[in-house]
């Protein structure tokens, strides 16, 4: 802003120096013109007395009419040498007119001067702006864009210096964004290694009483067996789960949208978590109507409720109940799931959605990534996910946008 009342001052100082060269130049033509005519009528009045001092009988309505006759083209002074259309018959004309023409003169180049000058500095004050800008540069290509363009001045650069702010925010946000991702790939790595160490580790174990006691008890042997292929079937969740969230943070799943029934999507969800319910004999309440459609990807959203049904089953009492609840407007298509278990707490509730987050009433071989896979998944197909909960259950409130 006080550039731009600094570009504003330095306009109003040339246009108030023209004004003002433009006013004196206006006061030496009107004195010429008052000095050429004092000089004419002194010498005409000087004229009128000589004739009347030789002439008394010449009356002064005579004269008058002399000098306000059209003029002549005959020229009586030529034998003087003297052009009267070229040449002025008072020599103080002469003068004087000589003197006012080196005052234009002296004014026009004082003019010309000033306003050189004021351009010079315009010129000079531009440079120091690229000269900034170019500084600015620097520092952007050193990687620092902490610049505080706002202090240069708005003048016929601020487009320029506008776009490299936009720039500078950019590169800045792409360099946080940079370290973010950096951060947040180191602490994947570090979850993902944390994950995969404890069913290696029991791996390794069971392998080792393996091979130390080749004659170990037939029902022992099978019960590390059947431990071994459960840590592997782990291990193969784990993994395949890390590989479609990496697949849909790089967008190179290519989802196949396609008109269904919700219905046919819930029956397939209870069809695969049926085994798990009848281990805590849990019942599964739907209530679904069968003209609810939805335009969706069917497996992939098949798996992210599937998820969230056995989140919803972990945290369950047995013998309890869990509500899957379908309702459609013109905005959306709604799925509320609601399960009667311990709830998540407070503290816990803000993070359900984060990768590798186990709250502290997670089972012991949670992964904490099945919600955040549901998340992406249904986030991918113009839907959101809410939850709410307290000590008596916990409500996924799933929509699934029309728009």
């Not at 697949?247 to 949208?257: E, R, Y």
């Not at 939805?294 to 497996?299: I, Y």
């Not at 298509?333 to 816990?348: A, L, M, N, R």
Request: charged residues 25%.
């Amino acid at each position: 802003m006080k550039n731009k009342i600094a570009l504003k001052r330095h306009f109003f100082l040339i246009t108030l120096t023209f004004c003002l060269f433009l006013t004196l130049f206006l006061i030496i033509q009107a004195t010429a013109y008052h000095t050429y005519t004092k000089n004419f009528n002194q010498k005409i009045v000087a004229i009128i007395a000589t004739l009347k001092e030789k002439y008394p009988s010449l009356k002064e309505e005579e004269i008058v009419a002399i000098l306000n006759e059209p003029s002549t083209s005959f020229n009586l002074l030529k034998p003087y040498y003297i052009d009267i259309e070229k040449d002025s018959i008072v020599i103080e004309n002469i003068a004087s007119y000589k003197l006012f023409l080196k005052y234009q003169l002296i004014l026009c180049i004082s003019l010309w001067l000033i306003l050189l000058a004021l351009v010079y500095c315009y010129h000079q004050k531009q440079s120091k702006e690229i000269h900034k800008i170019t500084n600015y540069l620097e520092e952007i290509n050193r990687k620092n864009y902490s610049l505080d363009l706002d202090r240069m001045s708005e003048d016929e650069l601020s487009i320029l210096k506008n776009e490299i702010g936009k720039t500078t925010i950019m590169l800045k946000e792409s360099k946080e964004h940079s370290l973010q991702e950096k951060q947040n790939l180191k602490k994947s790595l570090e979850d993902i290694s944390h994950q995969l160490k404890t069913p290696l580790t029991s791996i390794f174990i069971i392998l080792d009483n393996l091979q130390e006691d080749p004659n170990m008890d037939i029902e022992m042997r099978e019960n590390f067996i059947r431990d071994m292929k459960r840590e592997t079937m782990h291990i193969h969740f784990f993994v395949d789960s890390i590989l479609k969230l990496s697949k849909l943070d790089a967008n190179t799943i290519s989802f196949s949208p396609a008109e269904i029934e919700v219905k046919t999507l819930i029956e397939q969800v209870v069809q695969n978590v049926s085994t798990l319910c009848e281990i805590k004999n849990i019942r599964l309440e739907v209530n679904c109507k069968e003209e609810i459609s939805l335009v969706c990807d069917m497996p992939w959203q098949v798996e992210a409720i599937t998820n969230i049904v056995k989140n919803c089953i972990d945290y369950s009492i047995p013998d309890s109940r869990i509500l899957i609840k379908c309702t459609s407007n013109n905005v959306y298509t709604h799925i509320q799931i609601e399960d009667f278990g311990t709830g998540i707490s407070k503290q816990d509730l803000p993070h359900i959605f984060e990768r590798f987050y186990k709250g502290k009433n997670a089972k012991t071989d949670s992964v904490g990534i099945g919600l955040a896979l549901a998340k992406s998944i249904i986030e991918k197909e113009n839907g959101s996910i809410q939850v709410k909960s307290s000590s008596k259950g916990t409500i996924f409130d799933i929509k699934y946008f029309k728009l």
